[in-house]
């Protein structure tokens, strides 16, 4: 029965006491921590949007430059380098025609009628100091063909490839069997311009050293053409005066070159010097030499 009672009592007891106090700081602190934590989210939601974004901006950016640079170029020649140009200005120049003596003698076309030489009238050789470099590209077609135009295209290709076309493109002989085949060599060179002289090494006289005393089986020695050279020749140096005096055709040549002459639109003197002469047995009973012209 007492405990009974005391069950009841305690009861009452927890019923009527009054209820606990709830800290309000405690709540209002919780609160904010919620919220806190919730911007926190936001903020670190717009984080990451912003940079999606930013990489979704790179990525398109890349493939901008990657589609620019997959882009065909346009190519154009004259962005090549100059060294690249020159060289493939030497190639051109290699494979274009040079000017040379003809295998035939070059008299051959300066005599236009041969029928003349067969009927033994003496043809009227022309005046060298009325041919001009037309003149002599139509009268002897293919003996002295122009630099190729890659050699205009520019300053540079200018100055370096008409150099290089001179220096090898040029093979002209003083041939002494040749004597009419002279004249155009010299109008040519007369024109010449005198930087693009000095760089010309192909130039070269081909001269007659000895032959035999002429007797009366003259031609029977030397045979008909041979003969005929020597005689030409002998009659050409006799009416310059340089046979008497034991003149050459070397000395010939060299009065030729030496001597002032007026062109149209040339006027001046070729400065030069001959280099050793090397002597060989041409033909029987003919000993010939070879000599080069060096211009200064």
């Known amino acids: 029965m007492e405990i009974l009672e005391l069950a ?3 009861d009452l007891l927890h019923t009527l006491s009054p209820p606990q106090m709830v800290d309000v700081s405690d709540r209002f602190n919780s609160n904010r921590s919620t919220s806190d934590a919730i911007a926190g989210n936001a903020i670190n939601d717009g984080e990451v949007t912003q ?16 589609a620019e640079e997959t882009k065909p170029q346009t ?16 190639m051109v120049v290699d494979d274009a025609p040079g000017v040379a003596t003809p295998l ?47 050699t205009q295209a520019t300053s540079l290709l200018r100055r370096e490839l008409l150099v290089y076309f001179f220096q090898t493109k040029i093979n002209l002989i003083f041939d002494w069997h040749d004597i009419a085949g002279s004249f155009p060599i010299l109008v040519w060179l007369r024109f010449v311009d005198p930087n693009m002289l000095r760089a010309i090494q192909g130039v070269s006289i081909i001269g007659l050293v000895k032959y035999p005393e002429p007797t009366v089986d003259h031609v029977t020695v030397l045979g008909m053409k041979d003969a005929y050279y020597v005689d030409a020749l002998e009659a050409h140096l006799d009416s310059k005066n340089l046979f008497n005096n034991g003149g050459t055709w070397t000395d010939y040549v ?42 200064k």
């Not at 940079?51 to 890349?62: H, L, T």
């Not at 962005?79 to 493939?88: A, G």
């Not at 067969?118 to 122009?146: D, H, S, V, W």
């Open 51 to 66: 940079a999606n974004v930013q990489s979704a901006s790179d990525i398109k950016e890349r493939d901008v430059v990657g």
């Open 75 to 90: 190519f154009r020649l004259f962005d090549l380098p100059d060294e690249l140009w020159v060289r493939i200005g030497k």
């Open 8 to 10: 009841i009592q305690h």
């Open 104 to 150: 035939e003698s070059m008299s051959d076309a300066l005599l236009h009628d041969r029928s003349a030489r067969i009927k033994g009238t003496r043809p009227i050789l022309p005046q060298t100091i009325t041919y001009t470099p037309r003149m002599i590209a139509e009268n002897f077609p293919g003996c002295f063909p122009t630099p190729p135009a890659i």
């Open 254 to 295: 060299r009065s030729n070159l030496s001597l002032d002459f007026k062109t149209p639109g040339k006027t001046g003197r070729m400065e030069f010097e001959l280099g050793d002469k090397i002597e060989y047995d041409a033909a029987r009973g003919i000993r010939e030499y070879k000599q080069m012209v060096v211009f």
